[in-house]
């Protein structure tokens, strides 16, 4: 059987298919323990809200592996952005001191 059949309950097909989950989030997302969080957050998206339609698994989980790679991408953009900024706070605020 494979991932896709209907006859299997979805926490089945996921358990058969975790490799090729796997696989897939680190095919889109080079960093190995972001791309293990993004394959655990759709497995779990998957149980609790599954696709319509039983056969399309693979598909749904594609496109929502492909999502939270966006977002965890966006989220580590912002968070760079972030401590940028915060860094260069600190440094104007060493310098202000200094010419104080």
Same mark, same amino acid.
């Given at each position: 059987?494979?991932?896709?059949?209907?006859?299997?309950?979805?926490?089945?097909?996921?358990? /058969?298919? $975790? *490799?090729?989950?796997?696989? =897939?989030? !680190?095919? %889109?997302?080079?960093?190995?323990?972001? +791309?293990?969080?993004?394959?655990?957050?759709?497995?779990?998206?998957?149980?609790?809200?599954?696709?319509? /339609?039983? $056969? *399309?698994?693979?598909?749904? =989980?594609? !496109?929502? %592996?492909?999502?939270?790679?966006?977002? +965890?991408?966006?989220?580590?953009?912002?968070?760079?952005?972030?401590?940028?900024?915060?860094?260069?706070? /600190?440094?104007?605020?060493?310098?202000?001191? =200094?010419?104080?």
């Amino acid at each position: 059987m494979t991932a896709d059949s209907p006859d299997l309950p979805p926490v089945a097909r996921l358990l /058969e298919d $975790g *490799a090729w989950l796997q696989a =897939l989030a !680190r095919s %889109v997302i080079a960093d190995r323990a972001t +791309a293990d969080d993004v394959a655990q957050d759709a497995a779990v998206i998957a149980l609790t809200k599954p696709p319509r /339609e039983a $056969g *399309a698994l693979r598909g749904w =989980l594609r !496109r929502f %592996v492909r999502n939270l790679a966006t977002d +965890a991408h966006r989220g580590s953009v912002r968070r760079a952005a972030l401590a940028a900024a915060a860094a260069k706070r /600190e440094a104007d605020e060493d310098t202000a001191d =200094l010419v104080a």
